[in-house]
């Protein structure tokens, strides 16, 4: 693949246990640059929905010590499938489900959840916040699923993962502006507090207190510090069971993130 193109990546969606993951890395990095961190990203839900990030720091920490020193963690709040939880134990995801999907049309092959993330934070700014800050300090690359960054909802009513696929939101016009056909493949979300009326591109783009705004800023902020990228991270003890802190050094930079799920 690099030798067609040099600056092309092959990224891996293997959730397995963090002492697998070099088998799909290679010893050497020389099988995939990168993979998603669903050890990490699950325990990070339960952390959510407990304010315990006891799982969480130990979920960083066995990523960290499993992966070459020229690949990457892809750190990742919300893709296109359901939120898999199936490595958590049945009490952990259990208190997942009552938290973020009370509903059983929520849920999906008795391991998942079938939201988006503004929905299941309440549409609750400050917590929306807390999750993309954290999201941004984790050790890797981050990814965001497209609308998240506007704060998109799901259409509970389309069958199992078609629920959060629904079309990007640019607009107010018909089909929030994906399409002019008549009839988009997926119906766009209509109505309602997430509906492309309220929730679109256009009106958050002229907002400069708007989420996508405020993400903008964060991605901004999140490229100038490359001691998150490459630097030698480190899950620091903490007395606060509900806080997490991560250290980084680079060359001769260093910074510490902080993170309080007490609230």
């Known amino acids: 693949l690099q030798w067609r193109a040099r600056d092309a990546i092959l990224l891996a969606e293997a959730n397995v246990p963090p002492d697998e993951s070099m088998h799909y890395f290679g010893d050497e990095g020389d099988r995939l640059q990168m993979m998603l961190n669903f050890p990490v990203n699950q325990r990070l839900y339960y952390a959510f929905a407990t304010g315990d990030p006891a799982p969480l720091r130990r979920a960083i920490r066995e990523t960290l010590d499993h992966i070459p020193r020229d690949a990457q963690w892809v750190q990742f709040l919300r893709s296109h499938d359901e939120l898999d939880l199936g490595r958590l134990t049945d009490a952990q995801r259990k208190r997942v489900f009552e938290v973020f999907a009370p509903e059983p049309h929520m849920q999906l092959y008795d391991r998942g959840i079938r ?149």
């Open 115 to 263: 939201r988006r993330l503004a929905p299941m934070l309440g549409n609750d700014r400050r917590r929306l916040e807390l999750a993309y800050s954290l999201l941004f300090s984790l050790p890797g690359t981050p990814m965001i699923q497209y609308g998240d960054e506007i704060g998109m909802g799901e259409d509970l009513s389309l069958n199992e993962r078609e629920a959060t696929r629904t079309p990007m939101q640019w607009t107010d016009q018909p089909h929030g502006g994906f399409t002019s056909a008549k009839k988009a493949v997926l119906p766009v979300v209509d109505g309602g507090i997430f509906g492309y009326q309220k929730v679109n591109v256009n009106a958050q783009r002229r907002d400069p207190e708007s989420f996508m705004n405020w993400v903008t800023r964060l991605i901004r902020v999140r490229k100038e510090c490359m001691e998150i990228a490459w630097g030698e991270c480190e899950v620091l003890d903490c007395d606060a069971p509900a806080v997490l802190v991560l250290a980084y050094r680079f060359r001769k930079a260093a910074m510490v993130s902080l993170h309080n799920f007490s609230d």
